[in-house]
């Protein structure tokens, strides 16, 4: 993931440093930039994953080392499984659903900042206890597979129900992937979290530096029912609902125990200071069930059987303990919270007595916790991969193989200067109709909810055709255009949807005097709405500057590849429909560089009917009428190494239009796999 967003990351460095430096001449620009795109070609696909395919040997190795005594750090129960489980689940846990961030793949709580999130105390031990197996594969295996895979053994070996694996996780180089996640200032100027313990969506967990919520309650207060909102809140941000959150935390619960052993750590004295017994990571301390190495219901049963009463435990935080003071367990709060809502009550009670639904429950919920940053299933490597989840979003074997390319091309060709009814396009410089721009935006509205953070979205399953898409603000109209296709579509059913959104718009674009594109007809059409886990609208930034900033290292795109993409042509009639003012473009029919030349050249003040949209002023200071501009068209002048890649292309429409299809081709393909 994650090396294409942090190509996009040093690419932009790189950019920026150069816009610092004088003497650098165009060609060597140049070079650097297509360096970047090379990389992003290299980057994207799951080609570069070089590791290894067969994992049961590694399988068999962790099995031992998982039961191997460690003296730096003394198994709990003289099993490593629960400090591994842990392990595997704060890797994966990190997932949010926003905007896809998080997850295993790239095993950064090896680095700042996650290496230093209070949910990860003592968490390096785990990895001390890895690092020979670690070596013997070499890069072979990723840590990041390496962690997921101990989780999944781990819960195995002590009689747990485990689905399977989806290998092919790479390591990040450092901890930059995780800088949105915070504590940092692209975290800050993404979504701030005054409240730190009352974090919201975009962010996934509600206090920075856990993974979900406060175990020992809301900002500290050991109130059972107000956990239950937290609890459900954050989950959902990861994308689990009531009885994956349920068997998640109790299945999680299951195995091992907590650590609080003192209030001033490290304690205990000579060998054993600070570990085994002595150990304290969350400072809340002890085991949820009497058999702590062993799958079973016991933690649902506990949670029924006893009275839950409130104490101070050794680490001198909130905890319960059964009224019953001769059974040595506990809860947190956020346990005891399961009795406090309807719903999470009729799970527990139904995990407590049906252990059929409980290890079924637990090990589809598992996979999706480890898996769901890894993409769709055509991504996973190994050989014990389960079938295609819901949240990978299967779709159906394409069947746009054998069709007429060239002749649909033609149709398309013939649809853009239609005469039709069924919605109002944009008019050339003579007058006449135009629907290419309209067929432009559509591919791109399509594609363009590619994020290579988790590679969810694109336009591959043409989900742009159901809710909550088609709803989205941009996408007015995008149903009416679909109808305009509709006759081709009618022709050529065996052409996918999706495939006919790329093409037409690849066909508006090469008839507007874009370079040609290399099209493949490979996508196939999601079945419907519901068969479809879209990726979320991103409309929580504060500002155009940080939309634009975050959108490109979502969607992977290098600072070139985005500015060129801005300037795709535009059309009036559209920017109308979404409640703008308009386009700068007069002419859409023409695909040249007046974009970047206009943007240059021209006076931009914000609109007093709009504060989205600027207009042009002439030298004289009067409006030029029907010349407007967005504010995201306005933060690639005000960022400097932006607005440098704008001067290049208002300067060379030649170098324009080769990156422009450059990235338009990669956009588009970035989600076939
Ligand atoms: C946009 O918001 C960020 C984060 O709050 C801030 O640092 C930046 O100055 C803002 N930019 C503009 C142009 O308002
Ligand atoms: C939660 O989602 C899973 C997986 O999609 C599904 O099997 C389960 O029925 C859902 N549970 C609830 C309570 O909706
Ligand atoms: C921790 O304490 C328990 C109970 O007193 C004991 O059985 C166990 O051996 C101790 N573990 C370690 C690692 O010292
Ligand atoms: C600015 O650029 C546009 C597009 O090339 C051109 O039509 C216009 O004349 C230019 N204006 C000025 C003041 O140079």
Same mark, same amino acid.
């Given at each position: 993931?994650?090396?294409?967003?942090?190509?996009?990351?040093?690419?932009?460095?790189?950019?920026?440093?150069?816009?610092?430096?004088?003497?650098?001449?165009?060609?060597?620009?140049?070079?650097?930039?297509?360096?970047?795109?090379?990389?992003?070609?290299?980057?994207?696909?799951?080609?570069?994953?070089?590791?290894?395919?067969?994992?049961?040997?590694?399988?068999?190795?962790?099995?031992?080392?998982?039961?191997?005594?460690?003296?730096?750090?003394?198994?709990?129960?003289?099993?490593?499984?629960?400090?591994?489980?842990?392990?595997?689940?704060?890797?994966?846990?990190?997932?949010?659903?926003?905007?896809?961030?998080?997850?295993?793949?790239?095993?950064?709580?090896?680095?700042?900042?996650?290496?230093?999130?209070?949910?990860?105390?003592?968490?390096?031990?785990?990895?001390?206890?890895?690092?020979?197996?670690?070596?013997?594969?070499?890069?072979?295996?990723?840590?990041?597979? =390496?962690?997921?895979?101990?989780?999944?053994?781990? &819960?195995?070996?002590?009689?747990?129900?485990?689905?399977?694996?989806?290998?092919?996780?790479?390591?990040?180089?450092?901890?930059?992937?995780?800088?949105?996640?915070?504590?940092?200032?692209?975290?800050?100027?993404?979504?701030?979290?005054?409240?730190?313990?009352?974090?919201?969506?975009?962010?996934?967990?509600?206090?920075?530096?856990?993974?979900?919520?406060?175990?020992?309650?809301?900002?500290?207060?050991?109130?059972?029912?107000?956990?239950?909102?937290?609890?459900?809140?954050?989950?959902?941000?990861?994308?689990?609902?009531?009885?994956?959150?349920?068997?998640?935390?109790?299945?999680?619960?299951?195995?091992?125990?907590?650590?609080?052993?003192?209030?001033?750590?490290?304690?205990?004295?000579?060998?054993?200071?600070?570990?085994?017994?002595?150990?304290?990571?969350?400072?809340?301390?002890?085991?949820?069930?009497?058999?702590?190495?062993?799958?079973?219901?016991?933690?649902?049963?506990?949670?029924?059987?006893?009275?839950?009463?409130?104490?101070?435990?050794?680490?001198?935080?909130?905890?319960?303990?059964?009224?019953?003071?001769?059974?040595?367990?506990?809860?947190?709060?956020?346990?005891?919270?399961?009795?406090?809502?309807?719903?999470?009550?009729?799970?527990?009670?139904?995990?407590?007595?049906?252990?059929?639904? =409980?290890?079924? @429950?637990?090990?589809?919920?598992?996979?999706?916790?480890?898996?769901?940053?890894?993409? %769709?299933?055509?991504?996973?490597?190994?050989?014990?991969?389960?079938?295609?989840?819901?949240?990978?979003?299967?779709?159906?074997?394409?069947?746009?193989?054998?069709? @007429?390319?060239?002749?649909?091309?033609?149709?398309?060709?013939? =649809?853009?200067?239609?005469?039709?009814?069924?919605?109002?396009?944009?008019?050339?410089?003579?007058?006449?109709?135009?629907?290419?721009?309209?067929?432009?935006?559509?591919?791109?509205?399509?594609?363009?909810?590619?994020?290579?953070?988790?590679?969810?979205?694109?336009?591959?399953?043409?989900?742009?055709?159901?809710?909550?898409?088609?709803?989205?603000?941009?996408?007015?109209?995008?149903?009416?255009?679909?109808?305009? =296709?509709?006759?081709?579509?009618?022709?050529?059913?065996?052409?996918?949807?999706?495939?006919? &959104?790329?093409?037409?718009?690849?066909?508006?674009?090469?008839?507007?005097?874009?370079?040609?594109?290399?099209?493949?007809?490979?996508?196939?059409?999601?079945?419907?709405?519901?068969?479809?886990?879209?990726?979320?609208?991103?409309?929580?930034?504060?500002?155009?500057?940080?939309?634009?900033?975050?959108?490109?290292?979502?969607?992977?795109?290098? %600072?070139?590849?985005?500015?060129?993409?801005?300037?795709?042509?535009?059309?009036?009639?559209?920017?109308?429909?979404?409640?703008?003012?308009?386009?700068?473009?007069?002419?859409?029919?023409?695909?040249?560089?007046?974009?970047?030349?206009?943007?240059?050249?021209?006076?931009?003040?914000?609109?007093?009917?709009?504060?989205?949209?600027?207009?042009?002023?002439?030298?004289?200071?009067?409006?030029?009428?029907?010349?407007?501009?967005?504010?995201?068209?306005?933060?690639?002048?005000?960022?400097?190494?932006?607005?440098?890649?704008?001067?290049?292309?208002?300067? @060379?429409?030649?170098?324009?239009?080769?990156?422009?299809?450059?990235?338009?081709?990669?956009?588009?393909?970035?989600?076939?796999?």
């Amino acid at each position: 993931m994650t090396k294409l967003s942090q190509v996009a990351f040093f690419a932009s460095v790189i950019a920026f440093a150069c816009a610092q430096c004088p003497h650098m001449d165009a060609m060597k620009r140049r070079d650097t930039i297509r360096l970047e795109n090379s990389a992003f070609e290299s980057l994207e696909s799951p080609r570069t994953y070089k590791g290894m395919e067969i994992f049961s040997e590694v399988k068999e190795d962790i099995r031992k080392a998982l039961k191997t005594p460690r003296e730096e750090w003394p198994a709990d129960y003289g099993h490593y499984g629960g400090l591994m489980i842990r392990g595997a689940w704060h890797c994966a846990g990190t997932y949010r659903k926003s905007d896809g961030r998080g997850g295993c793949d790239g095993a950064r709580p090896r680095f700042a900042p996650e290496l230093e999130w209070e949910d990860n105390g003592n968490l390096d031990n785990s990895r001390i206890i890895l690092e020979p197996i670690k070596e013997k594969y070499g890069d072979d295996l990723s840590w990041a597979d =390496l962690l997921v895979l101990t989780g999944n053994v781990a &819960i195995e070996d002590m009689g747990g129900p485990v689905l399977g694996f989806c290998g092919g996780r790479m390591d990040d180089a450092d901890g930059t992937n995780s800088l949105p996640l915070g504590p940092s200032t692209i975290q800050e100027a993404i979504k701030p979290c005054p409240v730190n313990g009352k974090c919201e969506t975009p962010l996934g967990q509600t206090k920075i530096g856990l993974i979900y919520v406060n175990p020992e309650g809301v900002m500290d207060e050991p109130d059972p029912e107000k956990s239950v909102h937290a609890i459900r809140d954050s989950f959902g941000r990861m994308g689990m609902n009531d009885s994956e959150t349920v068997v998640l935390i109790g299945g999680g619960h299951t195995y091992g125990k907590a650590h609080g052993a003192c209030e001033d750590p490290p304690c205990g004295e000579g060998e054993m200071k600070g570990k085994g017994n002595n150990t304290v990571t969350s400072g809340l301390e002890g085991p949820w069930t009497t058999t702590p190495t062993q799958w079973d219901q016991e933690y649902f049963t506990n949670l029924l059987k006893y009275d839950w009463v409130k104490f101070k435990g050794p680490g001198g935080r909130y905890q319960f303990k059964p009224s019953d003071d001769s059974v040595h367990i506990q809860m947190f709060t956020t346990d005891v919270a399961l009795l406090h809502d309807e719903s999470y009550l009729a799970l527990v009670r139904k995990y407590a007595t049906d252990k059929e639904a =409980l290890d079924n @429950d637990f090990k589809y919920a598992w996979y999706k916790l480890v898996t769901r940053d890894m993409g %769709p299933r055509e991504r996973c490597h190994g050989e014990d991969i389960p079938p295609a989840q819901p949240f990978q979003n299967p779709l159906p074997e394409p069947s746009s193989a054998t069709v @007429d390319v060239p002749a649909i091309k033609g149709r398309i060709a013939k =649809l853009l200067r239609a005469e039709t009814e069924i919605l109002e396009g944009d008019k050339d410089t003579e007058g006449k109709p135009y629907y290419g721009a309209l067929l432009v935006h559509l591919a791109y509205q399509c594609a363009s909810t590619f994020r290579i953070t988790d590679y969810k979205g694109g336009c591959n399953g043409a989900a742009i055709r159901f809710v909550p898409q088609k709803d989205w603000p941009e996408n007015v109209g995008m149903d009416k255009v679909l109808e305009f =296709l509709g006759s081709v579509h009618a022709d050529y059913p065996d052409m996918s949807w999706a495939d006919l &959104i790329v093409l037409a718009g690849e066909v508006a674009l090469v008839e507007a005097g874009g370079e040609p594109m290399d099209f493949n007809a490979v996508r196939s059409d999601a079945v419907s709405g519901e068969h479809y886990e879209s990726v979320e609208l991103r409309d929580y930034y504060v500002n155009a500057t940080v939309a634009v900033r975050d959108s490109m290292d979502v969607m992977g795109l290098t %600072p070139d590849q985005f500015v060129a993409l801005m300037g795709r042509p535009r059309s009036n009639s559209q920017m109308k429909r979404i409640g703008l003012l308009g386009s700068y473009d007069t002419d859409p029919s023409h695909f040249t560089n007046e974009y970047y030349q206009l943007l240059l050249n021209s006076t931009w003040v914000q609109s007093e009917q709009n504060e989205h949209v600027y207009i042009a002023e002439d030298s004289e200071g009067v409006k030029i009428e029907g010349t407007h501009m967005t504010d995201w068209d306005m933060v690639l002048i005000n960022v400097p190494e932006l607005k440098e890649i704008v001067s290049e292309f208002a300067a @060379d429409e030649k170098w324009f239009k080769e990156v422009f299809a450059e990235a338009w081709v990669a956009l588009m393909r970035a989600d076939l796999f």
